[in-house]
């Protein structure tokens, strides 16, 4: 018997991921919700309490790990939490060493998004023989088959405050250039509008939140480009959809996962820290105006969340045939 977690299943993030491949499986599971576990995806217990056998299998389209004997099959997004500093760090680091490796390691194989993630998987389990396979992301439609020839005036941002996504320094940038603005989508509309006023930039970036994909799809085709300051992702989705959405990308060359997508399809910028070069890059995003060619079909069938979903079903088949 296949089980799968579906209570990661939300808009953004892994949820996205959850809700796009879940949607589109067509192997027979059954949905750990529906069994009696209605606790969040991190809750190790509440697999204790079911009744699923050693011989059954439990995927997960995030890292959540629960104490039972059944196959977990994982899906490892990025080792971000490894890296993050705060409060938590100890325990993550306890989580990720004495629960969601050996659960891996007993599975044989783990999911995940990018070659980039894939690399650094290897390299924390060092165990050759395990498996990791990379599934992909996807786009949605609503961003594969938007495109305009219609720009506006504004730089565009999309993503969170976490320290890793480097937003500070798109203000510092933004400073050096009066003339630009810069439209940030961020879920933390308080905090965000609070370092903008910190930094006396109310007038240069406006912050939105609360979208629907059409509504960002939009943002996407009216903005000069993206600018993606991170220094650490998993995948880089907002990557993908400015690029599906015709628009390139200035983004920080040592995020490999997000260089990994947009290749020659944008500005690199050397020094993530430097809002001089940042500014630098804005201003060969206006540059390219009228002159960036997007990437063309085959690029965009990577993204497509039929083949993740695919790519996904394909080894859980191969998974449970082999029990």
Request: with cysteine.
């Amino acid at each position: 018997m296949l089980y799968v977690d579906q209570r990661w299943v939300g808009l953004h993030g892994i949820g996205r991921f959850a809700a796009e491949v879940l949607s589109r499986l067509t192997i027979s599971y059954r949905d750990l919700g529906a069994v009696g576990s209605s606790s969040a995806p991190a809750d190790m217990l509440s697999l204790a309490r079911m009744r699923i056998r050693s011989r059954d299998h439990i995927y997960s389209p995030g890292y959540n790990v629960g104490l039972t004997s059944a196959t977990q099959i994982l899906t490892l997004h990025d080792l971000i939490h490894l890296e993050m500093g705060g409060s938590g760090a100890r325990r993550r680091r306890l989580y990720y060493e004495y629960a969601v490796k050996p659960a891996i390691k007993r599975a044989g194989s783990v999911l995940t998004v990018s070659e980039t993630s894939a690399g650094h998987i290897r390299t924390w389990l060092q165990d050759s023989s395990v498996e990791v396979i990379n599934v992909g992301n996807g786009c949605s439609d609503v961003f594969a088959h938007s495109r305009s020839s219609k720009q506006g005036d504004y730089l565009l941002y999309v993503g969170n405050l976490k320290a890793h996504k480097n937003f500070d320094v798109l203000l510092r940038a933004i400073r050096l250039r009066p003339d630009y603005r810069l439209v940030a989508v961020v879920s933390d509309r308080i905090n965000a509008e609070m370092l903008i006023e910190a930094n006396g930039l109310q007038g240069q970036v406006k912050v939105v939140s609360d979208l629907e994909d059409t509504q960002l799809a939009g943002l996407y085709q009216g903005a000069i480009g993206l600018v993606l300051p991170s220094v650490l992702e998993g995948f880089g989705l907002p990557a993908v959809e400015s690029l599906a959405c015709g628009r390139p990308v200035a983004f920080f060359r040592g995020c490999q996962s997000v260089a990994e997508i947009v290749g020659l399809h944008g500005v690199a910028v050397e020094n993530h820290g430097s809002g001089e070069e940042w500014a630098e890059a804005m201003d060969q995003l206006y540059g390219l105006q009228g002159s960036f060619e997007a990437p063309g079909r085959l690029w965009r069938d990577q993204y497509t969340w039929a083949n993740v979903s695919s790519r996904v079903e394909s080894h859980l088949k191969t998974v449970m045939e082999l029990r």
